[in-house]
Antibody, heavy 120, light 107 residues
């Protein structure tokens, strides 16, 4: 079955960096766009980034633009989110999600999430 | 950016109730709307895409309707496993945006 497993979360001080990973299995990873979505404690869902199936195109939320960068290694079925210049407001559970297909922005498979805490 | 507004933010209901959740977009998104269900401590799960298409495996008591700016998620007969938070998401354009969520609680 299709599965996404995030890792790399933890505690970081403001201004520092973290790199999240998302390991995919059960589908042809290289054929699908992928997303990062986050959820601050007790809050709703916020889209963070999307990357095209081949990694050639990326889009970011204004709240992370210039600080976060998404990439992928299709040979290893892995998605990444490089988070630099972290702020307290980046504290959240970070989910990766798979695109439903085509030019759709529908997220049909989600990982279990990894928690990022930014605190001094 | 397209703003998504859900109402109500929470509701109380009993098993077998008919529940309706509304979602409004700040401008037309045609039928580019998805609905997700999220249970506490779990990842969201896709229920509905393209405003009214049921995701594979989702029970038929869930349905979606609407187009343009106004959309509705309906649960025809609420079951115990349906107590959760529901989010709409516009899939029309970036930045992708979600509604604030509707928490369905037990009365």
């Amino acid at each position: 079955q299709m599965q996404l497993v995030e890792s790399g979360g933890g505690v970081a001080q403001p201004g520092r960096s973290l790199r999240l990973s998302c390991a995919a299995s059960g589908f042809i990873f290289s054929s699908y766009g992928m997303y990062w979505v986050r959820q601050a404690p007790g809050k709703g869902l916020e889209w963070v980034a999307l990357i095209s199936y081949d990694g050639s195109t990326t889009y970011y939320a204004d709240s992370v633009k210039g600080r976060f960068s998404s990439s992928r290694d299709n040979s290893k079925n892995t998605l990444f989110l490089q988070m630099n210049s972290l702020r307290a407001e980046d504290t959240a559970v970070y989910y990766c999600a798979k695109s439903w297909g085509g030019n759709s922005y529908v997220m049909d498979v989600w990982g279990q999430g990894t928690t990022v805490t930014v605190s001094s | 950016d397209i703003q998504m507004t859900q109402s109500p933010s929470s509701l109380s209901a009993v098993v077998e109730d008919r529940v309706t959740i509304a979602c409004r977009a700040s401008r037309s998104i045609k039928s580019y709307l998805s609905w997700y269900q999220q249970k506490p401590g779990k990842a969201p799960q896709l229920l509905i895409y393209a405003a009214s298409s049921l995701q594979t495996g989702v029970p038929s008591r869930f349905s979606g309707s609407g187009s343009g700016t106004d959309f509705t998620l309906t649960i025809s007969s609420l079951q115990p496993e349906d107590f959760a938070t529901y989010y709409c998401q516009q899939t029309y354009s970036t930045p992708l945006t979600f509604g604030g969520g509707t928490k369905v609680e037990i009365k």
